[in-house]
């Protein structure tokens, strides 16, 4: 008995669907993380020690503990702190968090590589910190973080598959349906995999084009 495939138009908009949730969720992840994440790099780079071991500490909490489990735990301790929200509320939310945290350690890492004479030269300019980061420390960094930024992108987009457990209905929650019903998981799962990898080679390839762009510009 071989693999058949006849049965998926009658479904395909179901897929579709699902996988417009994912890239949902997955976008909003990675818009937020994006903000948080470099919010969350100052903080971690503060020389207020309070704050930088905070920041730290988030990090590590959301970088050594599997997504999975973040999600099971902001999803049932929502209600918990009287937050009534959604699954999708609570899937973007969890991937969010742990994004930022992965984020800001590229940032980190970014900053890290430009040479702390230019910090120097703006504070003998009179120029501020904060001047200093958005008009000479960020631009220069973004640039050397695109493509570790967009494999984190990338990332982000497959840990949405995990979502389907807090009974949002994404790509992989509607496989699931479609393969209890139709009692063809193999061929399901197969399209949805190569639903994930069409996905993540359009956002590969979207990365590839802004990371020559942004480096013309500097």
Same mark, same amino acid.
């Given at each position: 008995?071989?693999?058949?495939?006849?049965?998926?138009?009658?479904?395909?908009?179901?897929?579709?669907?699902?996988?417009?949730?994912?890239?949902?969720?997955?976008?909003?992840?990675?818009?937020?993380?994006?903000?948080?994440?470099?919010?969350?790099?100052?903080?971690?780079?503060?020389?207020?020690?309070?704050?930088?071991?905070?920041?730290?500490?988030?990090?590590?909490?959301?970088?050594?503990?599997?997504?999975?489990?973040?999600?099971?735990?902001?999803?049932?301790?929502?209600?918990?702190?009287?937050?009534?929200?959604?699954?999708?509320?609570?899937?973007?939310?969890?991937?969010?968090?742990?994004?930022?945290?992965?984020? &800001? @350690? +590229? !940032?980190?890492?970014?900053?890290?590589?430009?040479?702390?004479?230019?910090?120097?030269? =703006?504070? /003998?300019?009179? $120029?501020?910190?904060?001047?200093?980061?958005?008009?000479?420390?960020?631009?220069?960094?973004?640039?050397?973080?695109?493509?570790?930024?967009?494999?984190?992108?990338?990332?982000?987009?497959?840990?949405?598959?995990?979502?389907?457990?807090?009974?949002?209905?994404?790509?992989?929650?509607?496989?699931?349906?479609?393969?209890?019903?139709?009692?063809?998981? &193999? @061929? +399901? !799962?197969?399209?949805?995999?190569?639903?994930?990898?069409?996905?993540?080679?359009?956002? =590969?390839? /979207?990365?590839? $084009?802004?990371?020559?762009?942004?480096?013309?510009?500097?």
């Amino acid at each position: 008995m071989g693999l058949d495939f006849t049965f998926l138009p009658e479904y395909a908009p179901f897929l579709l669907k699902g996988a417009g949730i994912a890239l949902l969720v997955s976008g909003v992840a990675i818009s937020l993380g994006i903000i948080f994440g470099l919010s969350l790099c100052f903080v971690v780079i503060s020389k207020n020690r309070v704050l930088s071991v905070l920041g730290r500490i988030y990090q590590s909490l959301f970088r050594g503990t599997p997504i999975l489990v973040q999600l099971l735990v902001i999803y049932y301790s929502l209600p918990v702190l009287g937050i009534d929200a959604p699954p999708l509320i609570a899937a973007m939310a969890a991937l969010t968090m742990n994004a930022s945290a992965f984020q &800001a @350690e +590229i !940032y980190r890492g970014g900053f890290m590589a430009i040479p702390k004479g230019q910090i120097e030269a =703006a504070r /003998v300019l009179g $120029i501020g910190i904060w001047r200093t980061r958005v008009r000479i420390l960020i631009p220069q960094m973004m640039r050397s973080v695109i493509p570790p930024l967009v494999n984190d992108s990338v990332s982000i987009l497959k840990n949405s598959s995990l979502i389907s457990v807090i009974a949002v209905v994404d790509l992989m929650r509607v496989s699931q349906q479609i393969a209890a019903v139709t009692f063809r998981p &193999a @061929e +399901i !799962y197969i399209v949805a995999g190569a639903m994930y990898l069409m996905m993540n080679l359009v956002l =590969a390839w /979207v990365g590839r $084009i802004s990371e020559r762009r942004f480096g013309r510009h500097l």
